[in-house]
């Protein structure tokens, strides 16, 4: 609560000066009523106030009425997330926590087996579809919240503070319309980061996407190596993964090619990633212990295991460079060292197996 105080008092601070220096807020009843909505905390009614008056070609043409409708937003998404997080997925039974002592449900079974209820409670409306949450309001009168998708109140609060950026680029106002950009931005990586996992990477990338478009159109580019290191390096892993768990042999290729790709963006923007370089030559090591392991062919059938054996040196050697590399970067590395040792011995290279075998011994303290 102290920290919307703060924000509110930022905010009011600013548009005080603001008209008193440039007397340019815009002449509308409904911006007025959103600005004082909003001042008092209530942002249901400053959204619908704000809606109302952006309508109005004076207000659309001022910096300041589309600085307010992306504070107003922004404050909007906020309230949404709050109510999504702890109630998408769940059942009725588990979103008790929205409504106080309902005053009747109404239930709706429809033809296909889908169902909906409607919970009304004393101030709120809860809409359930088979179960979760597909609808919130506060009163039948004044805000209904899009649960489903609550970053579109986050795109819109973007799109009002570039625009406000668009009509004044003053350093004033950028120093305004910057940190709630920024707040957004945060939002948008810490989402594709929650989305990171072998079912919702897809809506991950598009999270990461957006908040990297963010992120250049403030200039801020410079600031993204380390985000970016960290996002393709856990995309690679899921790609990996999904490799050595499909039965599918196209989607297989996809998924490693996908897997490669990723670690390689990764070592163009730093060739000396220990985490890129380990997983490209595990990626490859793997790769071929797999075709060996899954291999199948009749004793007498020698050409097919010849065959298999070519691939496998050829993959190792793939991998040879990049376990190299690791070794070269954290010669203390276990899993490295482990994994030269393995790569030597089925080259045939034996001598250079045994001195990385000699080398774990040493590390283990064994003599």
């Not at 010669?331 to 490295?336: E, I, N, S």
């Amino acid at each position: 609560m102290k920290i919307y105080i703060n924000i509110v008092f930022f905010l009011t601070v600013w548009l005080n000066c603001a008209m008193l220096k440039a007397q340019n807020t815009p002449d509308n009843a409904d911006f007025v009523n959103a600005y004082n909505f909003i001042i008092k905390g209530s942002v249901d009614s400053a959204k619908i106030y704000i809606d109302k008056a952006i309508k109005d070609t004076a207000v659309r043409k001022n910096a300041i009425g589309w600085y307010v409708k992306g504070f107003i937003y922004k404050e909007v998404f906020k309230r949404c997330k709050r109510l999504v997080k702890p109630t998408i997925g769940m059942n009725a039974d588990m979103c008790r926590d929205l409504w106080d002592d309902p005053d009747h449900i109404v239930q709706l079974n429809h033809g296909n087996g889908a169902e909906e209820k409607w919970i009304y409670g004393a101030d709120s409306y809860l809409l359930l579809k088979n179960n979760a949450l597909a609808e919130y309001k506060i009163d039948a009168n004044t805000m209904q919240y899009n649960v489903q998708n609550p970053y579109c109140y986050a795109d819109t609060a973007l799109a009002s503070l570039f625009r406000s950026l668009a009509l004044d680029s003053s350093a004033e106002n950028k120093k305004n319309c910057t940190p709630t950009i920024n707040f957004l931005a945060a939002k948008y990586y810490t989402h594709a980061v929650v989305l990171m996992d072998s079912v919702h990477y897809p809506q991950a990338e598009i999270f990461f996407s957006r908040y990297k478009y963010l992120m250049k159109k403030l200039n801020l580019s410079s600031n993204l190596n380390a985000y970016e290191i960290s996002f393709k390096m856990a995309l690679g892993d899921i790609f990996s993964n999904l490799f050595f768990h499909s039965n599918s042999v196209s989607e297989r290729t996809k998924l490693l090619d996908s897997a490669k790709r990723e670690y390689n963006e990764v070592l163009a923007i730093n060739p000396n990633e220990v985490g890129a370089n380990y997983s490209l030559a595990i990626l490859y090591y793997n790769q071929a212990v797999y075709i060996i392991n899954n291999l199948s062919y009749d004793v007498a059938d020698i050409k097919n295991l010849n065959s298999a054996q070519d691939t496998e040196e050829v993959l190792m050697r793939k991998s040879l460079p990049y376990m190299e590399k690791t070794y070269q970067l954290d010669p203390k590395k276990k899993d490295a060292i482990e994994g030269l040792k393995g790569i030597y011995y089925l080259l045939h290279e034996y001598q250079k197996s045994d001195e990385y075998e000699q080398k774990l011994k040493e590390m283990d303290g064994k003599q």
